[in-house]
Structures are given as structure tokens and as C-alpha cells.
């Protein structure tokens, strides 16, 4: 077992199966040591996990969504370096977006379910650029959708 499967065991975490596309995409793409993860919705093992932060959902049920986008993430992640999670150097970049309410204004606080879960696995390569903002509307009514830049080795 490597040092990141473990650190997710320590942590009571499981990796969801790779998800397949949902559409004409690929669910990742690697160029050169860059590893670009697609738009993971939010899913868990009941299925997807739907609704609108600052109506139907708090920020912590939002928080919790986007954490399981991030396992998503890291599913993706180790599918593209072969099942060896250990050839992720770095988490660069997240991109998180929240299905909410016109006026919510708390989108960080939502897409740091994700950042806490990548800083708590990774560590100090968890750390990243991010941006976390509010959309109309999801992709099959999700509440939150998260993509991601990789470095691999």
C-alpha cells in the first residue's frame, strides 16, 4: 500500500471507483508532468448528491459534497498514473464550482470540504491555487462540481 492510499486509510477515507464520463469528454488528459482531472460532480454511495447551498443544503452538507468531488479527484487521479497514487507530486489548481442561492456568498467555505480533505492527504503538496464560485445550476442538479490540475511524476 502506498504512502497516499494509506494516509487515506489513516483517515477513514475511501476512493470511489473512477467515474466514467458522462458525456463527449475524456475524464482526464496528461501533458507532459500536468495531469487535467474533468469536473468531478458531487456523488456518493447512494448515488448523486443533489441540491442547492442556501436552500435545500447548509455550507457543511455542501462542504461534505465537495470532499467527495475531491475523493472523485483522487479516483481520477489514480486511474491516469497507472493505480499508483504516489506519482502525484502536487495538486496545482482546483476549480469548484457551488450550486446556490443568488445571494450565498459563502463558496470557499463550501469548496474547502475538498482543500481540507486534498491538505489533510497530500499535505504540504495538497496546497493549491483555487477559485470556488456560485452557479445557477449544476450538471444533473449536483450540488457541487470540482476539476483539478495535477503535477505527476
Given at each position: 500500500?502506498g504512502?497516499?492510499?494509506?494516509?487515506l486509510?489513516?483517515?477513514g477515507?475511501?476512493l470511489?471507483d473512477a467515474?466514467?464520463p458522462?458525456?463527449?469528454?475524456?475524464?482526464f488528459?496528461?501533458s507532459g508532468?500536468?495531469?487535467?482531472?474533468?469536473?468531478?460532480?458531487?456523488a456518493?454511495?447512494?448515488g448523486?448528491?443533489t441540491?442547492?447551498?442556501?436552500?435545500?443544503?447548509?455550507?457543511?452538507?455542501?462542504?461534505?459534497?465537495?470532499q467527495?468531488?475531491?475523493?472523485?479527484?483522487?479516483a481520477?487521479?489514480?486511474a491516469a498514473?497507472?493505480?499508483?497514487?504516489?506519482?502525484?507530486k502536487?495538486?496545482?489548481?482546483?476549480?469548484?464550482?457551488?450550486?446556490?442561492?443568488?445571494?450565498?456568498?459563502?463558496?470557499?467555505?463550501?469548496?474547502?470540504?475538498c482543500?481540507d480533505?486534498?491538505?489533510?492527504?497530500l499535505?504540504?503538496?495538497?496546497?493549491?491555487a483555487?477559485?470556488?464560485?456560485?452557479?445557477?445550476a449544476?450538471p444533473?442538479?449536483?450540488?457541487v462540481e470540482i476539476?483539478?490540475?495535477?503535477?505527476v511524476?
Amino acid at each position: 500500500m502506498g504512502k497516499i492510499t494509506s494516509r487515506l486509510a489513516e483517515l477513514g477515507l475511501e476512493l470511489p471507483d473512477a467515474p466514467a464520463p458522462a458525456a463527449n469528454y475524456v475524464p482526464f488528459v496528461r501533458s507532459g508532468n500536468q495531469l487535467f482531472v474533468s469536473g468531478q460532480i458531487s456523488a456518493g454511495p447512494d448515488g448523486l448528491i443533489t441540491g442547492r447551498v442556501g436552500d435545500t443544503m447548509t455550507v457543511a452538507e455542501g462542504a461534505a459534497a465537495a470532499q467527495r468531488c475531491g475523493l472523485a479527484l483522487l479516483a481520477q487521479a489514480q486511474a491516469a498514473c497507472g493505480g499508483d497514487l504516489d506519482r502525484v507530486k502536487r495538486l496545482i489548481k482546483l476549480a469548484g464550482f457551488v450550486n446556490s442561492t443568488p445571494d450565498f456568498t459563502d463558496q470557499p467555505e463550501v469548496i474547502n470540504g475538498c482543500s481540507d480533505m486534498m491538505v489533510a492527504v497530500l499535505g504540504d503538496a495538497g496546497r493549491h491555487a483555487r477559485s470556488a464560485v456560485s452557479a445557477a445550476a449544476l450538471p444533473r442538479g449536483v450540488a457541487v462540481e470540482i476539476e483539478a490540475v495535477f503535477e505527476v511524476e
